[in-house]
């Protein structure tokens, strides 16, 4: 065994793929290697190739009937109009870019290679994982297969309890759902308000899990411009009590970067430090049972930038802030000028950190951990402050 921990990608990451007016469009995966190598902080005994799921491996959770639409779309280059109405297939949301189906089937085959990774004790990292809005019969929200569900399934069948955070800015209601009859698995999501950001539904504060089931999920939608420190109270404020009482044996941390200042499509304005903050908690509290995926994130700098540092932190080590020239390089070449009158625009290329984004927590989220505290079947027997404080400026 080398390392706490091991880095999931692909070459095939380096091909195009779901088109160029598409938000996914973007390098991320392989420009989050460009970075960490240019480092000098991924070495080959540390990264794995992704393997593909296997059919049976897909079909723990997706039917066999859109299985085998999304193959046969994937080999024809063609997808009906009932196609696109009956599997959401071949549009503009879930393109049937060429090789769809294979690359989607390498990224969720990387998550259960990272369930593995966490079987056999280390920490497993997947950056082109976080697919966490796929239905069993239908792609969604950009999403073909949920290989967070499927990472889930696999650490389920060892019999572990599995504890899911989600810190994308758009509710993980895919797997959410998945799990909602199953009460050996929790799924924490912090994400925009559902009435005016996809999904659209679900992920409010009186979303529980308790259905018909015996499921388990605590949603907190944060207000607009939620900032460094609405985070920060807001995490602090239901981490702690969740894994104290839910006791898991295993933690799944979908690591979408979409909350960050710079990323084009949410509203938030989280900084770099903040994120690696929560992760750092969330990893202090599961490492080495941790399965760590990647998800939403639309700015590439950003992404690459906060990933970075992400992986630092899981594989234990400490990175400069400073950028590499070499990993300037990489950046400057990535075709991106969306933000380029922002005050804060050329930091992206010196520094992995941000400015930090400070200011008054927003009523807003007092009042809805409050709401919390007093309504959620979990946080209302944990007392008031169970949670540790988050650090302010990690520095990887």
């Not at 999931?8 to 469009?25: C, E, I, K, M, V």
């Not at 950056?127 to 399934?153: E, K, S, T, W």
């Not at 049972?289 to 998800?295: A, P, Q």
């Amino acid at each position: 065994m080398t390392g706490p921990a091991v880095f999931f990608g692909a070459a095939r990451y380096r091909r195009p793929s779901y088109n160029d007016n598409h938000p996914l469009g973007i390098p991320r995966v392989s420009l989050t290697v460009d970075l960490l190598r240019a480092y000098g902080a991924l070495p080959e005994a540390e990264y794995q190739e992704s393997r593909q799921a296997a059919d049976y491996e897909l079909a723990w959770f997706h039917t066999q009937e859109y299985l085998r639409t999304a193959r046969r779309i994937e080999a024809t280059g063609r997808a009906s109009a009932a196609d696109r109405k009956r599997y959401n297939l071949g549009n503009l949301e879930n393109p049937a870019f060429a090789g769809f189906y294979t690359t989607a089937a390498i990224a969720t085959g990387a998550s259960i290679q990272a369930a593995e990774a966490v079987i056999d004790g280390r920490i497993g990292f997947n950056p082109a994982g976080g697919m966490h809005h796929a239905a069993p019969h239908q792609a969604r929200g950009f999403c073909y297969f949920n290989d967070p569900v499927l990472g889930i399934l696999r650490l389920r069948r060892e019999g572990w309890r599995v504890l899911y955070v989600d810190l994308d800015a758009h509710h993980g209601d895919g797997v959410e759902d998945a799990f909602a009859t199953d009460p050996e698995v929790f799924t924490l999501s912090l994400h925009m308000g559902t009435e005016r950001a996809y999904p659209f539904q679900g992920g409010g504060l009186d979303d529980d899990g308790q259905g018909p089931g015996e499921g388990y999920a605590l949603n907190l939608p944060m207000p607009a411009g939620a900032h460094d420190d609405d985070y920060r109270t807001a995490f602090d404020a239901v981490w702690g009590p969740v894994v104290d009482r839910f006791q898991p044996d295993a933690v799944v941390f979908q690591a979408g970067t979409d909350i960050l200042l710079a990323d084009p499509l949410s509203r938030f304005r989280v900084s770099t430090q903040t994120f690696l903050a929560m992760a750092a908690r969330i990893q202090a509290d599961s490492a080495p049972r941790l399965l760590v995926t990647g998800g939403g994130g639309y700015h590439p700098l950003a992404l690459a930038r906060c990933w970075a540092g992400l992986w630092a932190q899981l594989s234990g080590r400490e990175l400069p802030a400073e950028l590499p020239p070499a990993g300037r390089e990489h950046l400057e070449a990535v075709d991106w000028d969306l933000d380029e009158d922002e005050d804060w625009f050329d930091e992206l290329f010196r520094t992995r950190l941000d400015p930090p984004q400070r200011g008054p927590v927003k009523p807003e989220v007092e009042e809805a951990l409050d709401r919390l505290r007093r309504h959620h079947p979990l946080l209302r027997r944990a007392p008031v402050g169970a949670a540790g404080a988050v650090a302010n400026t990690p520095t990887s």
